[in-house]
């Protein structure tokens, strides 16, 4: 997968954001000096299939508190959710799911599925009642029973368009 250097982004940050060590992206982009990078430069990270190759897309509307799957551009099926509360707002852009881990415990109900924005997700809950409300630290909540069949469908890769 490529990523493209955003305005502030550190090899640091982005090493983060995607779960992977720096020293994995220093020798995977033959960088022998992280301070030296620049913005549009494209960075390759491991382990992680192209986007493109994947068939399948998340879009996430913030006001509608909708997750639409899409499978070649086509709706699949839209989800309720919740989102961040005013204080800690859902990050709108451009993301991938980078990682995924089942029954990671505590609030996050029946899986996780890592956005490649640290400490941001998508997962399940264990507060049913919250899903259509305005209430997490900024991930995306949905019923354990949906991100069980999303994380069935959508692989590690898998474009994520969060928007107002």
């Not at 599925?113 to 909540?141: D, E, F, Q, W």
């Amino acid at each position: 997968m490529q990523h493209i250097v955003k305005q502030g982004e550190t090899l640091g940050l982005i090493a983060l954001n995607y779960r992977i060590s720096l020293k994995q992206i220093l020798a995977v982009n033959n960088i022998s000096d992280p301070a030296h990078i620049y913005i549009g430069q494209k960075i390759t990270i491991p382990n992680l299939p192209d986007p493109n190759s994947i068939p399948y897309s998340i879009h996430i509307s913030i006001s509608t508190k909708r997750l639409i799957l899409n499978r070649n551009g086509q709706v699949v099926k839209a989800y309720p959710i919740a989102v961040g509360k005013i204080v800690t707002a859902t990050p709108v852009g451009d993301f991938v799911i980078v990682n995924r881990e089942p029954n990671p415990g505590g609030p996050f109900g029946a899986m996780w599925l890592s956005l490649s924005k640290i400490h941001y997700g998508i997962h399940g809950t264990n507060n049913p009642s919250s899903i259509g409300k305005s209430v997490s630290l900024g991930c995306i909540r949905m019923y354990n029973h949906d991100v069980l069949e999303l994380a069935s469908l959508v692989p590690n890769g898998t474009r994520v368009s969060i928007r107002p």
